[in-house]
């Protein structure tokens, strides 16, 4: 499973940022993918998780509503769009995929199985400040 997060940079708190995770070798529509991030001195916490059983999402609490995962299958592509970004969104952000066929899971359930067994890519670095 070979994963690029891209699409991280600078911005002003209240704008916004478009996440991309691009697959190499796999279709991306028949795996949950999830975003997680890190912030400097934080341990790793899940942000988001899109379905690949049936497209449902979850997210954390503290996004708020201010993000959303989707899919794009001709892409071979799972984006973040984040809006409203505050300095807390700064973090280093990774994608990760579980494929969907191998049991019987949540969105939220694929999120905490990724968490635990996930080998992260380099990911990209996010950064909210005036």
């Known amino acids: 499973v070979q994963l690029q997060a891209s699409g991280g940079g600078l911005v002003q708190p209240g704008g916004s940022l478009r996440l991309s995770c691009s697959a190499s070798?796999?279709?991306?529509?028949?795996?949950?993918v999830a975003w997680f991030r890190r912030a400097p001195g934080k341990e790793r916490e899940g942000v988001s998780c899109?379905?690949?059983?049936?497209?449902?999402?979850y997210y954390a609490d503290f996004v708020g509503g201010r993000f959303t995962i989707s899919r794009d299958n001709a892409k071979n592509t799972v984006f973040l769009q984040m809006n409203s970004l505050k300095p807390e969104d700064t973090a280093r952000y990774y994608c990760s995929a579980l494929r969907a066929a191998d049991a019987d899971r949540t969105a939220l359930q694929a999120l905490d199985v990724m968490h635990e067994h996930s080998q992260w890519g380099q990911g990209t670095e996010v950064t909210v400040s005036s």
């Open positions: 899109l379905s690949g059983s049936d497209d449902s999402a």
């Open positions: 070798g796999f279709p991306l529509e028949d795996y949950h």
